[in-house]
C-alpha cells in the first residue's frame, strides 16, 4: 500500500482527501519542492529544504516542521515506498479555512504533505539533446518563490509540447529568464551565461550544483543576462532541473543550435553531475 506523509504521519494515500476550502486548491496559497532520490538516498535535500523554507517565508507562512524533522519523514518515505530512483513531492499550503482573500487566523494549522514517485533519469534525452520554443514570460514579478501557482508555467510547457517541443524557453522583453520548470544556461567561446539568481528566476538547485561543478573545474561561468538573439546564436544550450539534469537543448524555434547535437561543454558538465550523483548516493540505502 503506498504511504504519504499527511500532517507529520505517515499515511495511506487513498485515505487522504483534500478539503475543499484548503487554500492550496482555491487559492494556490502553498509553495512545493520536488527533490530526487537516486539509490534510495535524497539528492540536495538539505538545498531544497531551506529552499521550501525560504519560499514559505516569503508568503508569510511558517513551516509547521524544523528542516531535520522533515528530512527524517522523508527518509521515513523513501524506505517505507521502497523508492530507489524518482522524486518526492512535497507541499505545503497555508491550511484549510473559511474561502477570504485575507489570512486566516494565526491559529491555522498548514496542510504539509509528500509523497514519492518512480521516475527513472532521462537518459536517452540527455544523450540525444531536445528542442525547444520561445515563448514570452508572462509570469509574476517573483518568480524566485516556488509557489503553487504554476498556471503560466503549464501554458508555457503545454505550447512547447503543442510544437513538439521538451521546453518553452521564457524570455522578458528579448531577455532570457528560464524555462517554463527549468533553468537555462548558454556557452559562448567556453564561457556558460546563465540568468543571475533574482526575482525573474527560480534559483534552480541544479543551477546551484552546475554553478559549483563550474568552480571545481575552471569553467568560466557568468552569471549574466543574455538576449534571444544570444541564445540562438550560442553554440550550446543546456537546461538545468532536478529532473531534467543536465539536458542538452539541440534546436530553438526550429534553428539549429550549434551543429545541431549536444555540444562538449554540455557533456562535459553532464559527466560532473553523475559523479556528483555518485558522490551523495551510490551506496544503496539499507532498505534497498
Ligand atoms: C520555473 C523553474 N525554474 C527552474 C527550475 C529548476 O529548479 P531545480 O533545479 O531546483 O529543480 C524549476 C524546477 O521545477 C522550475 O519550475
Known amino acids: 500500500m503506498e504511504k504519504i506523509i499527511y500532517n507529520g504521519k505517515l499515511s495511506e494515500r487513498a485515505k487522504i482527501k ?63 515506498n521502497q523508492l530507489s530512483s524518482g522524486i518526492i513531492y512535497l507541499q505545503v499550503t497555508r491550511g484549510v479555512s473559511q474561502r477570504n482573500h485575507l489570512f486566516p487566523s494565526a491559529d491555522t494549522v498548514p496542510v504539509f504533505i509528500a509523497y514519492t514517485r518512480e521516475m527513472q533519469r532521462p537518459t536517452a534525452a540527455m544523450e540525444k539533446g531536445v528542442s525547444a520554443i520561445s515563448v514570452e514570460d508572462i509570469r509574476w514579478l517573483r518568480c524566485d518563490i516556488k509557489s503553487l501557482n504554476l498556471l503560466p508555467n503549464l501554458l508555457a510547457k503545454q505550447k512547447a509540447s503543442e510544437a513538439g517541443c521538451f521546453e518553452a524557453i521564457q524570455h522578458r522583453n528579448g531577455v532570457v529568464t528560464e524555462g517554463s520548470s527549468s533553468n537555462v544556461s548558454i556557452v559562448v567561446d567556453g564561457i556558460i551565461k546563465t540568468h543571475p539568481a533574482t526575482n525573474l528566476i527560480l534559483n534552480g538547485i541544479t543551477r546551484k550544483v552546475m554553478l559549483e561543478i563550474c568552480r571545481q573545474n575552471n569553467i568560466e561561468i557568468k552569471e549574466e543576462t543574455f538576449t534571444i538573439e544570444e541564445l540562438l546564436q550560442a553554440d550550446e544550450v543546456f537546461l ?20 545541431g547535437t549536444p555540444g562538449t561543454i554540455t557533456k562535459q558538465l553532464q559527466r560532473y553531475f553523475k559523479e556528483k550523483v555518485a558522490e551523495c548516493c551510490s551506496v544503496p540505502t539499507k532498505a534497498q
Not at 529544504?49 to 519523514?73: D, F, H, N, V, W
Request: no cysteine; net charge negative; proline share 2%.
Open 240 to 259: 538545468t532541473g532536478t529532473t531534467t539534469e543536465i539536458m542538452p537543448i539541440i534546436e530553438i524555434d526550429k534553428s539549429k543550435i550549434g551543429n
Open 18 to 80: 483534500v478539503d475543499i476550502e484548503d487554500r492550496g486548491y482555491q487559492f494556490g496559497d502553498g509553495v512545493y519542492e520536488v527533490i530526487r532520490v537516486y539509490n534510495g538516498h535524497l539528492f540536495t535535500g538539505d538545498e531544497h529544504l531551506q529552499r521550501l523554507m525560504e519560499s514559505a517565508e516569503s508568503i508569510g507562512m511558517k513551516l509547521p516542521y524544523s528542516i531535520i524533522e522533515i528530512k527524517t519523514q522523508l527518509n521515513e518515505l523513501i524506505r517505507v
